[in-house]
């Protein structure tokens, strides 16, 4: 992470260092960024100012800068499409597991009113034999 943090502070900076170093690092930012939804890549993610930076870079004289930095800003895009699908594959998770669960309590509620009726059955005949042998 703290790599990732180095990274970012060249790149806020572009002045400060030579085309031929900021080329690698923008790389290294996308190669980050695009490695999954671990925490670095969210720190990165959710620099701020990274954004208005990157808008700079697109600006710049060196083709190489401007490819490498649409690169990154490609590799962002990719990564809330990812995390888009992962909240909608949870959403349809949750979905499924409430309609099981829907399922078990609808089941249980209608073998509870099952047992209940069996219950009732039971005792009415079981009080049957003591109503009909009782003198009058």
């Not at 790599?3 to 060249?10: E, G, M, N």
């Not at 009732?120 to 009782?134: D, E, G, I, K, R």
Request: net charge positive; charged share 10%.
């Amino acid at each position: 992470m703290l790599f990732t943090i180095l990274i970012i502070t060249v790149i806020l900076n572009p002045g400060a260092v030579f085309p031929q170093v900021l080329t690698p690092m923008l790389r290294c930012l996308g190669n980050i960024i695009c490695s999954g939804l671990d925490e670095t890549a969210a720190v990165a993610c959710r620099k701020k100012s990274l954004f208005p930076a990157l808008g700079q870079l697109l600006a710049s004289e060196h083709q190489h800068i401007r490819k490498e930095c649409i690169w990154v800003l490609s590799n962002i895009t990719g990564r809330v499409i990812l995390a888009e699908y992962y909240y909608y594959q949870l959403q349809c998770i949750m979905k499924v597991a409430l309609w099981v669960l829907y399922s078990i309590l609808l089941v249980l509620f209608f073998l509870g009113i099952v047992v209940l009726l069996i219950l009732m059955v039971y005792n009415s005949t079981a009080l049957l034999p003591t109503l009909t042998t009782t003198p009058i």
